[in-house]
């Protein structure tokens, strides 16, 4: 018994220093950060629009939503496996360039994503650049070292590939 309250202190012990550690790198890092990642979809950029500016009906196709209310014709909020996020349409530009913002001041996070859309020989080159800030230190330590900022602009874009590829 005694053994075990020793292992059960000691893993409990490190886990703390290793959660102190993170946040102390964390808080000496750029609380801001810029991400892109592309992908090339055989679709034109009228095609690749209709998919991603129906936001509404975005749970049907990303696996990391349960759900999204369109709450206005410039807003809606996500609902996912780490809560709800609102955000806000702050330019639309049809087949081009679509940029969202959350809305949200109380999650740790916040930022912007732009969707590009240019048209190219083999189709649509889909852009995504995420302009965040995370604010908690132990979340950015995560978000940079093991996540990584483009982890759901990547998982976003495998989504859209497959389900522009099932519409085909």
Do not use: C
Not at 6 to 15: A, C, D, F, M, Y
Not at 84 to 103: F, G, L, M, S
Request: hydrophobic residues 45%.
């Amino acid at each position: 018994m005694k053994l075990a309250l020793i292992i059960i202190g000691s893993v409990v012990g490190i886990l703390i220093v290793l959660a102190v550690t993170a946040t102390i790198i964390g808080s000496r890092m750029a609380a801001d950060h810029i991400a892109s990642k592309s992908l090339t979809v055989k679709r034109p950029p009228a095609d690749v629009y209709a998919v991603v500016r129906n936001f509404g009906h975005a749970a049907e196709w990303r696996s990391d939503l349960k759900r999204v209310e369109v709450l206005a014709a410039d807003r809606f909020r996500e609902h996912g496996s780490y809560g709800a996020v609102t955000y806000q349409i702050v330019e639309d530009v049809p087949n081009i360039r679509i940029v969202t913002k959350i809305v949200d001041v109380d999650l740790g996070y916040s930022g912007s994503w732009e969707y590009a859309l240019n048209g190219s020989d083999d189709g649509t080159v889909v852009t995504i650049t995420e302009r965040g800030v995370v604010s908690n230190p132990l979340f950015r330590f995560m978000s940079r070292y093991l996540f990584g900022h483009t982890a759901t602009i990547n998982a976003y874009l495998r989504s859209l590939d497959a389900r522009l590829q099932a519409k085909l």
